[in-house]
């Protein structure tokens, strides 16, 4: 069964430096998305993304996050100056366009922990 | 956005059925109700989706009544391995948008 592949599956990293995560969505997917879940709390949407734009983005999603697809495969997601509070899980999702039903899959997920 | 309400958390022994229950009274036409699975460090994962009526598939079943204010996902003979937390969501399956979870149900089964 295809599956949503996430890299790495923890980063550990010194507040104010930039980190990628990466997200390899389902092949044949079109639309992409990015959620994040601080410890404890409820799943958090971010952006999504959709023809190499964003198509929807929280306010969480400030200036210091961007997202970008490079190549045919990789969708990644980019913080560029990491502060404490961003330390949580952050989730990769893709969805095909198919009927009957649009589920979303989710990836395993890259802990990220602001030090 | 259909706001929507389900119990905190619900206990279980293995073997029974688990009927978790959500309220979305301001349900519009176009929505859909779908559920959630997710276990301790991992992605949510869709279970079951419903629009009227009842859906059944091999993991759960989902019952809606007619005024679709409120829905039921029944978990058949739980086991050890379905605790986690169930997510229930309303909206547009053709909005392709956000997903907006809330807190939902943690469900826990013991022996």
């Known amino acids: 069964e295809p599956e949503v592949t996430q890299t790495p599956s923890h980063q550990v990293t010194q507040m104010g430096q930039e980190v990628i995560l990466r997200c390899v969505p389902i092949s044949n997917h079109l639309y992409f998305y990015w959620y994040r879940q601080i410890l404890g709390q409820k799943v958090e949407f971010l952006v999504s993304f959709y023809n190499n734009e964003i198509s929807e983005k929280s306010e969480i999603f400030d200036d210091q996050f961007s997202v970008e697809r490079p190549d045919g495969s990789n969708f990644t997601l980019k913080i560029r100056s990491t502060k404490l509070e961003d330390s949580a899980m952050y989730f990769c999702?893709?969805?095909?366009?198919?009927?009957?039903?649009?589920?979303?899959?989710f990836g395993p997920g890259t802990r990220l922990t602001v030090l | 956005l259909a706001k929507t309400t389900q119990p905190i958390s619900m206990d279980s022994y293995e073997g029974q059925e688990v009927n978790i229950t959500c309220s979305h009274n301001n349900i519009a036409t176009n929505d859909y109700i779908t559920w959630y699975q997710q276990f301790p460090s991992q992605g949510p994962r869709f279970i079951i989706q419903?629009?009227?009526t009842k859906v059944t598939n091999e993991v759960a079943s989902l019952f809606i009544p007619a005024d679709r204010k409120s829905s039921t996902l029944s978990l058949p003979r739980v086991s050890l391995s379905d605790t986690a937390v169930y997510y229930c969501l309303v909206g547009a399956t053709d909005s392709w948008g956000k997903l907006q979870f809330g807190a939902g149900t943690q469900v826990v089964v013991t022996p």
């Open positions: 419903g629009y009227k």
């Open positions: 999702a893709s969805m095909s366009a198919g009927e009957p039903q649009n589920e979303q899959f």
